[in-house]
């Protein structure tokens, strides 16, 4: 199990739970400082948190809009052209 | 048209939302030019809620179908994008309720406590690296990202594949900001877990 460490005035839990937030820079100065206080005491916390973000950045980099395949565009288009009044 | 100093004309590129307007008075070219602009976020969104091509197919006809015939009562009250995303949303449920095997609970915020999956995840473990490792392959990203449950795939897929603002994501849900934040949260570490479990069945 993992060790809960306290760093920073944060528990391991805590800090976890804050990963999201923290990443999507979504935290208050204060709050940032504490779990940048916890990471620079607990090396697990900042591989995983680090590792997580690296996920998230990854994600982010695969945003390219995903088209949908040719035959459904061109069943989507026929299907509309049946469908809908002339305009 | 606009002009530029060097004497190019620039075709004005129109927004969704006069798009959605002209389709409103019934000019089709003006639906189709917003179905090409849209119709990859509604696709993606419908599998990933749906979980299969053939069924994402289906809303994607039918989110279109409906969105035409609703453009008229359409009052601006949110911007297209959202509004064509919250009528694929319903149309691909719709369809996925429709599968559910009887018996088949969908609990969306499981009881398992986030440490548990923060474990899952990683967390603690002697090479949390792995799941950034995995994530920039593109086809193990998409495997994972298959075996996780709907609503996980839905919210991921929004915020994070779609871009999309936190607060436009709780919205589209029907969740207060802080709920969207919460399921975000444990589906990017289910993520993260089914990354670490990719590993042993490749």
Redesign the interface.
């Known amino acids: 199990?993992?060790?809960e460490r306290v760093a920073g005035g944060l528990r391991?839990?805590e800090v976890?739970?804050m990963?999201?937030?923290y990443a999507?820079g979504?935290l208050g100065p204060e709050t940032r400082e504490r779990i940048e206080a916890h990471l620079a005491e607990c090396d697990?916390?900042l591989?995983?948190g680090?590792?997580?973000q690296?996920?998230?950045s990854?994600?982010?980099a695969?945003?390219a809009?995903?088209?949908?395949?040719t035959a459904?565009?061109d069943?989507?288009a026929l299907?509309?052209s049946e469908?809908?009044?002339?305009? | 048209m606009l002009n530029n100093p060097r004497g190019y004309t620039i075709p004005e590129i129109p927004t969704e939302e006069e798009l959605l307007a002209r389709a409103a008075r019934g000019e089709r070219e003006a639906f189709s030019q917003l179905v090409t602009m849209t119709r990859g976020p509604v696709y993606r969104l419908a599998l990933a809620i749906t979980g299969n091509a053939a069924d994402a197919e289906d809303v994607l006809q039918e989110t279109y179908l409906a969105a035409y015939r609703a453009a008229a009562t359409f009052r601006g009250e949110s911007s297209t994008r959202p509004w064509l995303l919250t009528i694929a949303r319903h149309q691909a449920w719709r369809v996925r309720k429709r599968r559910a095997t009887a018996g088949e609970a969908a609990p969306i915020e499981d009881a398992e406590n986030l440490e548990s999956l923060g474990v899952a995840a990683g967390w603690g473990s002697a090479n949390p690296e792995q799941i950034a490792t995995r994530a920039q392959d593109r086809e193990i990203l998409e495997r994972a990202l298959e075996r996780l449950p709907e609503a996980y795939r839905e919210i991921i897929t929004l915020r994070d594949l779609e871009g999309m603002a936190g607060e436009a994501v709780a919205q589209l849900l029907g969740l207060a900001l802080p709920a969207m934040k919460s399921r975000l949260h444990r589906s990017r570490l289910a993520l993260a877990a089914c990354l670490r479990e990719e590993g042993y069945h490749a």
Not at chain 1, 65 to 69: G, H, I, T, Y
């Open positions: 199990m993992h060790n391991c839990s976890l739970g990963l999201s937030e999507d979504e697990n916390c591989r995983f680090g590792s997580f690296q996920l998230l990854a994600m982010a695969n945003r809009p995903v088209e949908p395949p459904v565009l069943r989507l299907r509309l469908s809908l009044p002339e305009g």
